[in-house]
Structure formats: structure tokens, C-alpha cells
């Protein structure tokens, strides 16, 4: 399928995802969010792929948040009525049942930064820059900002980010754990792939159970979480795959897992 505002390849069992309006900021619009809807759904029934990389296209914006002429247009009504959709179409990437490696390629401001907090994993360019402005615009980020930031950088660096809308560079971002790692602007793509293709070599079940124990770690009481890993680990004990885990130990040869 052909989307208008992103480009999608496949790299064996990685999706490459590009956020394709970079004459605009890979600024979005409400066309380009249910467009992502779409792609999301894609991407959840392609069997073949096993991990997802999302960036921005070209080199200077992953994303921008929301375009300009979308602000000036939206009011309180709208919001009432269709926000939670679109904070959805963002908390299905958390969601995913594929790993979501964020790969962010440059400027991150406001929704895109919000955008970014929703993947599983981020990898910042060395050029990459991150602020959350809506307060300085009059407005409280609304795209999951005041919950993903707290939950990943705690709530006084959050206060920080939020409350000044200062610019953070790369390394700052690192330092206080917005992103996991940095790398050369020009080794961007190719280490997220890489990082990807590790993930796409694991029994798909196991990286799928994981996912979601490591997801409800955070918004569950320890009980409940401990609860589904039993859960889990009696379903992931009965499947191929892990039985073909062990016996490629056994025999000293790579495995090859087929989700079942």
C-alpha cells in the first residue's frame, strides 16, 4: 500500500517508516495521523515483519508537531471531540505488537517529540534537538507529553522540559534519558536497522510477551506484573520456537524462529 505522507520499506523483516513532509517540518496533520492509522494496521497483520524504524525525512526535522495551519484551525470542541483518537494512533506504536525503534534524524519539537516518546526505543542523531513548547504557545501538551516524559525522565526533569521549553541538544538528551543512545548524524539509519535486525532474530512470541510484561511494569502494581509473566511463560514454554531455542544450542547452529 502507498501512503501520501510517509514512505515505507521493507529491509528483510524490518520496516523502514519515513515521515515524508520534510518541505513542511515533518510537521503532521490530521490527514497524516489517520494516514498512520492505516499504516500501523499494515504493518500489525504483515507477518514478515518483526521490528519497525520510524524516522523523519531528510536532515533536519524528525518531526515538528503539528502543522501551523492545523493549530490556527483547531479549537476547543474539536479537541473535546477527536484528541483521544489521535493520542491513541500514538499510544498504538507503545502498543505495537512489533518493536518501534524511534530514529530521530534532527529538530523534535512539541507532538513530534511526543510522537518519539511512543516508541519502544529512541536513537538520536548527534544533530538531533528535543523541546516540548506547547506552554510557551498557551497550550498543555496533549499528545501523551506530560505522561511519556515523566514516566522516562521522572517528573522534575519533565517539569524542567515543560514548564521552560527549553531546547535540549543530543547529548542532554541522553544524559537524562530521553533517548537511549546517540550516534554520527550519517550512522543514524544503519545503526537503528541494525539494532532492528538484532530483534527480528528472536523468537517473535518471546519479543511480543516482553514488550507488553515491560509496558505494564510501568503502569501496574508489581503483583500484577509478576502475575502476567507467569502468564506468559507458560504460554511461550509450549511453542516452537522455543523448543527450537534450545535444540540450536544443542546442536551449535543458528535458530530459525517462525512465530509459532
Not at 526535522?61 to 479549537?75: T, V
Not at 476547543?76 to 489521535?86: K, P
Amino acid at each position: 500500500m502507498s501512503y501520501r505522507d510517509f514512505n515505507l520499506e521493507f529491509k528483510n523483516q524490518v520496516a523502514l517508516v519515513t515521515l515524508n513532509r520534510p518541505e513542511k517540518g515533518n510537521s503532521w496533520t490530521k490527514e497524516t495521523y489517520l494516514e498512520m492509522e492505516e499504516l500501523q494496521t499494515e504493518l500489525q497483520r504483515n507477518e514478515e515483519v518483526r521490528a519497525i524504524v520510524f524516522t523523519g525525512a531528510g536532515d533536519k526535522f524528525f518531526c515538528a508537531g503539528a502543522d501551523l495551519a492545523l493549530l490556527s484551525e483547531l479549537n476547543s470542541h474539536w479537541i473535546s471531540l477527536e484528541l483521544s483518537r489521535f493520542q491513541a494512533i500514538n499510544t498504538r506504536w507503545e502498543r505495537h505488537i512489533k518493536p518501534v525503534i524511534m530514529a530521530v534524524n534532527g529538530i523534535t519539537v512539541g507532538s513530534g517529540l511526543e510522537l518519539a516518546l511512543s516508541g519502544d526505543i529512541r536513537i538520536a542523531s548527534s544533530e538531533a534537538t528535543f523541546s516540548i513548547n506547547e506552554v510557551r504557545l498557551g497550550l498543555n501538551p496533549d499528545m501523551g507529553g506530560t505522561q511519556r516524559l515523566t514516566r522516562v525522565v521522572g517528573p522534575s526533569q519533565a517539569k524542567r522540559l515543560i514548564l521552560t521549553a527549553e531546547t535540549l541538544d543530543a547529548q542532554e538528551a541522553a544524559r537524562i534519558g530521553l533517548v537511549d543512545c546517540v550516534v554520527p548524524a550519517k550512522n543514524l539509519i544503519s545503526e537503528a536497522l541494525k539494532m532492528a535486525e538484532r530483534i527480528t532474530y528472536m523468537p517473535p512470541l518471546a519479543v511480543r510477551f516482553a514488550k507488553k510484561a515491560i509496558n505494564l511494569a510501568v503502569d501496574t502494581p508489581l503483583e500484577m506484573g509478576l502475575m502476567y509473566e507467569e502468564v506468559a511463560s507458560t504460554f511461550c514454554m509450549g511453542t516452537e520456537d522455543k523448543k527450537e531455542a534450545v535444540q540450536s544450542v544443542l546442536e551449535k547452529r543458528q535458530p530459525e524462529f517462525y512465530g509459532k
